[in-house]
């Protein structure tokens, strides 16, 4: 669990809001290794050569540092629409890349302790009241509201696109009658 925001499943390679259920984002295998190395080496400077070597090379990939930083530009991008309230991943210039300090990571669940009697809300609920933890967030309720605009902006062009759409099946229909006219 990210910051008690998220959580990240390294068998399912997803993320889930812990405020919305239903906010889940699938991750593509190098992105959820990226990140399953930058949880596993909090606090240590993780370098671009030592991602290549553990993410691709490890497996018998060979890719370009384009497509490494296109991951964790990814990475970025997947944690903040899962309801991650900032970003978690800091770029260290000429040295790689590591986890900010205040990055609060906690195992919910060991396999020992899963239940597959139970779903996994429930699970993660369970672990929510035996911390005590207060699930509402000032900062998350900002970021919800931030994507709320975004997503606004986003629907503008759909309207745009269809009132087009209108107009040019009038035009066609216009054209045709004074065509045959």
């Known amino acids: 669990m990210i910051n008690e925001e998220v959580i990240f499943d390294a068998n399912a390679n997803e993320l889930q809001s812990l405020k919305d259920k239903l906010a889940i984002v699938s991750l593509n295998a190098p992105t959820a290794r990226c990140l399953q190395l930058l949880l596993e080496s909090k606090g240590r400077v993780i ?3 030592q991602f290549l070597a553990e993410v691709w090379n490890a497996r018998g990939v060979v890719v370009s540092q384009n497509t490494f930083y296109q991951n964790i530009s990814l990475l ?3 944690l903040e629409q899962a309801g991650l309230s ?3 991943i800091i770029t260290v210039r000429k040295r790689g890349f590591i986890l900010a300090s205040d990055v609060e990571i906690s195992t919910y669940l060991n396999v020992a302790e899963r239940s597959n009697d139970k779903p996994l809300n429930e ?3 369970k672990f929510l009241i035996e911390k005590k933890t207060d699930p509402v967030d000032e900062g998350l309720l900002a970021h919800k509201h931030k994507c709320f605009r975004k997503r606004r902006v986003l629907n503008i062009p759909i309207w745009i696109l269809l009132i087009l759409i209108v107009m040019t099946g009038v035009n066609m229909i216009l054209l045709y009658f004074n065509v045959i006219l």
């Open 86 to 88: 900032k970003d978690i």
């Open 47 to 49: 370098s671009r050569e």
């Open 123 to 125: 699970q993660i609920n």
């Open 76 to 78: 970025r991008k997947s």
